[in-house]
């Protein structure tokens, strides 16, 4: 099963804003306090914090694609020190990503729990959330899954929280409530991200239809 979609390209996006932007936002806005304030100190030690994390952050993704074991224990060691930063989020997305990979599920909850509470927007929460679903409903743990779709999701995020529900479903055996959901994903416009959702809701049809 495929755990990473569509969304995968909205966190890329997000992540590639923040290595583009984030030293320049964080910078005008210390910049900002500095001026009225005078804190000449804390403007530049946030920049600084700000600017370590970012190559760290890089430097952790280029040994993802080289050394596992390097990448795990220094992406581990970087979310324990950068807690309050907006990349400690997406390592912990990363990790989860390796694990699953890997076929360490269990591994892969625990990293995206983290990077759902370590979210610096309610659209990498979710995303987070999403992906854990999908990570439980590959144990075949359907009732965690469906509880974890039962969390609030930002409204475009309606068409893929409704698909997944509809996987969850159909392997617990509930074809009736599959059909449902992916008619559901549909009406939210999941065609436009999802094309197998289509094929998934008539093999579905067909299946009831035989069994009728």
Do not use: C
């Not at 890997?102 to 370590?118: I, M, V």
């Not at 969390?151 to 059909?179: H, I, M, W």
């Amino acid at each position: 099963m495929e755990i990473y979609q569509s969304e995968e390209q909205q966190v890329e996006a997000i992540k590639k804003f923040w290595h583009d932007n984030g030293n320049s936002i964080i910078a005008g806005l210390v910049i900002g306090l500095g001026g009225f304030f005078g804190y000449n100190y804390y403007q530049d030690q946030k920049i600084e914090a700000m600017e370590t994390a970012s190559t760290q952050f890089q430097e952790n993704m280029q040994a993802m694609e080289s050394n596992d074991e390097k990448f795990r224990s220094e992406s581990q060691a970087f979310i324990n020190d950068h807690k309050d930063s907006s990349y400690a989020a997406f390592t912990a997305l990363a990790l989860a990503k390796d694990a699953v990979a890997h076929s360490d599920f269990a591994e892969a909850e625990k990293q995206l729990t983290t990077a759902a509470e370590l979210a610096p927007s309610e659209e990498i929460k979710a995303i987070a959330m999403l992906r854990m679903a999908r990570v439980q409903i590959q144990q075949q743990n359907m009732d965690a899954a469906l509880a974890t779709l039962e969390s609030p999701f930002p409204e475009k995020f309606a068409a893929n929280v409704a698909e997944t529900k509809g996987d969850a479903y159909l392997l617990a055996g509930d074809k009736e409530q599959a059909r449902t959901a992916y008619q559901t994903a549909v009406d939210a416009g999941g065609l436009e991200t999802s094309p197998q959702l289509q094929m998934k809701l008539d093999d579905l049809a067909v299946a009831i239809n035989v069994a009728g």
